[in-house]
Nanobody, 119 residues
Framework: QVQLVESGGGLVQAGGSLRLSCVASGRTFSNYAMGWFRQAPGKEREFVAGISWRGRTTYYGDSVKGRFTISRDNAKNTMYLQMNSLKPEDTAAYYC????????????WGQGTQVTVSS
């Protein structure tokens, strides 16, 4: 079992930055590829970014490529999402998830953290 807790969301102006964190409990975090997803009201859940279990491979959804960076620190059981050049359309609840396979979500979800970008 893995429990995931996100933090770092908030209200930011367009063009600003936020850094999300996802802390995992459980001994097998470092074995999983992990990812971030988001969901805005009235919209379907969207893949944001994924990272391999060692952190050597990262990949992104087209809408965030070049602006967001995913990373992880297995020693701290923590995954991060650095979000730069934020746009109002990035407004959503962001969820930590694993184990991801390509852009498909796995069974473990965090409770989500809200990101709101004002124009």
């Amino acid at each position: 079992q893995v429990q995931l807790v996100e933090s770092g969301g908030g209200l930011v102006q367009a063009g600003g930055s936020l850094r999300l964190s996802c802390v995992a409990s459980g001994r097998t975090f470092s074995n999983y590829a992990m990812g971030w997803f988001r969901q805005a009201p009235g919209k379907e859940r969207e893949f944001v970014a994924g990272i391999s279990w060692r952190g050597r491979t990262t990949y992104y959804g087209d809408s965030v490529k070049g602006r967001f960076t995913i990373s992880r620190d297995n020693a701290k059981n923590t995954m991060y999402l650095q979000m730069n050049s934020l746009k109002p359309e990035d407004t959503a609840a962001y969820y930590c998830n694993g184990p991801v396979v390509a852009r498909e979500a796995g069974n473990y979800w965090g409770q989500g953290t809200q990101v709101t970008v004002s124009s």
